[in-house]
């Protein structure tokens, strides 16, 4: 059965710093991965997305992830936060031939002036 | 283009009754997947519709049913409403099951 594990619960970062969210998924096939970002009551955004080649991915706001296959990690980071980012991020897994995502449980990111 | 729709926004229900929530898949897309998304957890997976038929479902009860409809929109609804049924509850449309699904704001159900 394919899960995804968010270590981190809840992290704070001062903007203008760098943030990485963790992730790290189990799945017997080639793994396809994303991750999403979610503001308060609303819906989830899909940031980027991994199917295959470069495993460094870029995304929009400025993210990127890079695709880890020995350590089967597909952490999220972005150079330079905004408080605009203070939102909660989700880690998903799936694959071509499968018909739903796997989430994380999240990560929620304050941003501190 | 236009992006997936739901409706309504928010809904207050009482233990018993029974619910319909509504879906607009986005353009071009004919795939669509509902989630559940309890406060502070992480969506989980009800089941998906491709082609107007059901293509896959989670471990949620019978109680939880669906359609899709010619122009690929969607309807969940779930009888007999439980006080853990409260939760915001997600559509997603993706261009075939295995796309990148693009999300709704959701509907959130309260349970009273």
């Known amino acids: 059965a394919q899960s995804v594990t968010q270590p981190d619960i809840h992290i704070t970062v001062s903007e203008g710093a760098s943030l990485e969210l963790r992730c790290n998924y189990s799945y017997g096939a080639t793994p396809y991965l994303f991750w999403y970002v979610q503001s308060p009551g609303q819906g989830l955004q899909l940031l980027l997305k991994?199917?295959?080649?470069?495993?460094l991915v870029q995304g929009i706001k400025g993210f990127e992830a890079e695709f880890k296959r020995s350590q089967s990690s597909f952490n999220l980071r972005k150079p330079s936060v905004h408080w605009s980012d203070a939102a909660e991020y989700f880690c998903a897994v799936g694959a071509m031939d499968d018909y739903k995502l796997s989430f994380g449980a999240g990560t929620t990111v304050t941003v501190r002036a | 283009e236009t992006g997936v729709t739901q409706s309504p926004t928010h809904l207050i229900k009482t233990r018993g009754q029974q619910v319909t929530l509504r879906c607009s898949s986005q353009s071009g897309h004919n795939t669509v997947s509902w989630y559940q998304q309890a406060l502070g957890q992480g969506p989980q997976f009800i089941f998906q519709y491709y082609r107007e038929e059901e293509n896959g479902r989670g471990n949620f009860p019978p109680r939880f049913s669906g359609l899709q409809f010619p122009n690929y929109s969607s309807e969940l609804n779930v009888n007999a409403l439980e006080l853990d049924d409260s939760a915001l509850y997600l559509c997603?449309?993706?261009?075939?099951?295995?796309?990148?699904?693009?999300f709704g704001d959701g509907t959130r159900l309260s349970i009273l």
């Open positions: 997603a449309s993706s261009a075939g099951p295995g796309g990148p699904q693009h």
């Open positions: 991994y199917f295959s080649g470069d495993t």
